[in-house]
């Protein structure tokens, strides 16, 4: 059996970042780096309690080592060596210079009085404090598991054999389906970084032709993968939030915000998140001129044979082929769902999975449901629509004031 001691205080930062942190933080650094941006922890899963595993002071010990340390030279030099499509630098000196000299903000971590559970914020310029999402979240997952463990008198051993277990049918499903393509989009969600690693270095010789790279740069870099991200839903959120601080329509902060993506990278990493404000906003708001320009869409909430149909439909209505853009699924997949998407779009248009919580958490134990967001910019709160209801973010009022002002701009892709 290999060796799954937990490693994780000895390990790069990037270890424990997902790879569009970059993309995005070279897009902030050149727009808005003075931006002043809020993060919260927020659990969904009231059932399950963080705070029931994870103690503040733990937690706080971890989080300032990792602040200590920032990243090293290796790191950087890693992204230096990485080339845009058009053969250029992907980041720029002055971004990389950025991240060597980068002073990561104090981060708050206690019990909430009324919710009993963990809280965890922090605050400081978006270039910066951007860094700690995905951190936070995988660093709460991996004292979670280890506390429960001990608590319960768990095996180690035993909960990797049975993750091994599930692994290979997993394996054994998507062999069977050789034209799935799909990534590893487990960094925050997953068990422990040493799991996650044994899972990439499983499926990097197990299913080279279909495992096309990771979202984790760290180990993009060790196994020679492709790191794989464009943005989240951080992006447009905040532009929104920074139009709403001006006085104007936030929704207007969707569009600056794909407009500089596109000025920034010239047409590369150009996969569009469409569910920030809801898919029919986005359908009614992405023009023709960037349909024909962008490589495809991210589905990331709501069903999704009714995202990819509507997908292609809206393709078509523009003439344009669909087959040659590409639709990554990211939403709560599963190996049988992978299989079932694939199977129904299928030779339609091109696809790609991007996988999480059921490949690097599925050892027998429930998952977490947390998320760690953006909720205030410049002291302006942000909100989240969502193609599900329940995974929408904000206070209530500006919710609904969101959803107003996307329902006034939905169109003819708008669902009945």
């Known amino acids: 059996m290999k060796d799954f001691t937990p490693y994780t205080q000895k390990a790069p930062l990037s270890a424990s970042i997902d790879y569009y942190k970059f993309t995005m933080g070279s897009v902030i650094y050149e727009y808005h780096p003075d931006a002043e941006i809020t993060f919260t922890l927020k659990n969904r899963n009231h059932t399950q309690p963080l705070g ?57 971590i206690a019990i909430d009085p009324e919710t009993q559970d963990l809280a965890v914020d922090t605050s400081g310029p978006w270039t910066d404090v951007s860094v700690w999402e995905t951190v936070i979240m995988s660093e709460v997952n991996e004292l979670y598991y280890k506390n429960l463990m001990e608590h319960h008198g768990l095996s180690l051993e035993d909960l990797y054999i049975e993750g091994d277990r599930r692994l290979d049918e997993k394996i054994d499903t998507l062999r069977s389906n050789p034209g799935i393509k799909f990534a590893d989009f487990g960094t925050r969600r997953r068990f422990s970084l040493a799991w996650h690693e044994h899972v990439v270095e499983k499926l990097t010789h197990t299913l080279p032709g279909q495992f096309t790279g990771t979202s984790n740069p760290y180990f993009a870099h060790k196994y020679s993968l492709t790191p794989v991200g464009t943005f989240a839903h951080e992006m447009p959120m905040v532009y929104a939030a920074l139009e709403d601080a001006d006085g104007n329509n936030p929704m207007n902060g969707h569009a600056k915000m794909l407009h500089d993506w596109q000025a920034h990278y010239d047409g590369d990493l150009s996969v569009a998140l469409t569910d920030t404000f809801g898919s029919d906003f986005f359908f009614a708001n992405f023009s023709a001129e960037q349909a024909s320009t962008w490589n495809g869409l991210r589905h990331d909430s709501g069903d999704p044979i009714e995202f990819g149909e509507k997908a292609i439909k809206f393709y078509e209505s523009h003439d344009i082929d669909p087959t040659t853009k590409t639709i990554v699924f990211s939403d709560g997949l599963d190996a049988n769902k992978i299989v079932e998407l694939y199977q129904h779009f299928e030779g339609r248009v091109s696809l790609l999975f991007g996988w999480g919580t059921s490949l690097m958490n599925d050892l027998g134990l429930s998952a977490n449901n947390f998320v760690m967001k953006a909720t205030r910019v410049n002291n302006q709160p942000t909100v989240k629509l969502s193609d599900e209801p329940g995974k929408h973010t904000g206070d209530a009022a500006d919710i609904d004031r969101y959803l107003d002002l996307a329902a006034a701009t939905e169109g003819v892709y708008a669902t009945a």
């Open 52 to 108: 029931e595993y994870v103690s503040p002071e733990e937690l706080q010990t971890r989080i300032d080592n990792i602040r200590e340390r920032g990243f090293n030279a290796e790191e950087v030099a890693y992204l230096a060596g990485l080339k845009a499509q058009d053969g250029e630098a992907r980041f720029t000196p002055e971004y990389l210079d950025h991240l060597v000299e980068m002073e990561l903000p104090a981060v708050n």
